[in-house]
């Protein structure tokens, strides 16, 4: 993907969630009974978001078989990716080294986390 192709709002996010969680193409109806709780959806308001995750390059709509069916384009792990990136990018002048130490110096990660940290990166260096 290269690059992230749009920022994701956080009902486009849901929304997203809905149809990378379903192996098949999805209606509008199965993302909206997956949604309830969430949110107050109403079909009209998922439709809007829905045309806008099209427009945008998220998703392709099928409407050959009467029912608009929905499928991904990108990929969640394509979106994260890119969300990462641009994340890092943009807060930390793409440094994770300065993203840890942000994280740490306001006590959101701990020692714990460190540890694991350390050993993920152990096994990829012994990759």
């Known amino acids: 993907m290269g690059t992230i192709l ?3 709002g956080e009902a486009e996010l849901e929304i997203m ?3 990378w ?4 193409p999805v209606t509008s109806n199965h993302i909206l009974k997956k949604l ?3 949110r107050q959806w ?3 308001t998922l439709m809007t978001s829905l ?3 099209r ?3 998220f998703i392709s709509c099928d409407r050959s078989t009467g029912s608009n069916l929905y499928t991904s384009i990108v990929s969640e792990n394509e979106y ?3 969300a990462s990136r641009h994340f890092l990018e943009k807060l930390y002048n793409n440094s994770i080294q300065n993203m840890i130490a942000s994280l740490y110096s306001n006590r959101t990660i701990q020692s714990s986390d460190i540890e694991e940290l350390r050993n993920f990166l152990d096994k990829l260096e012994d990759e």
């Open 6 to 8: 749009k920022k994701l």
């Open 17 to 19: 969630q809905v149809i």
């Open 21 to 24: 969680d379903s192996e098949n």
């Open 36 to 38: 309830q709780g969430r």
């Open 42 to 44: 109403q079909l009209s």
């Open 51 to 53: 045309t806008r995750l």
């Open 55 to 57: 427009d945008k390059g």
């Open 80 to 82: 994260k990716a890119g």
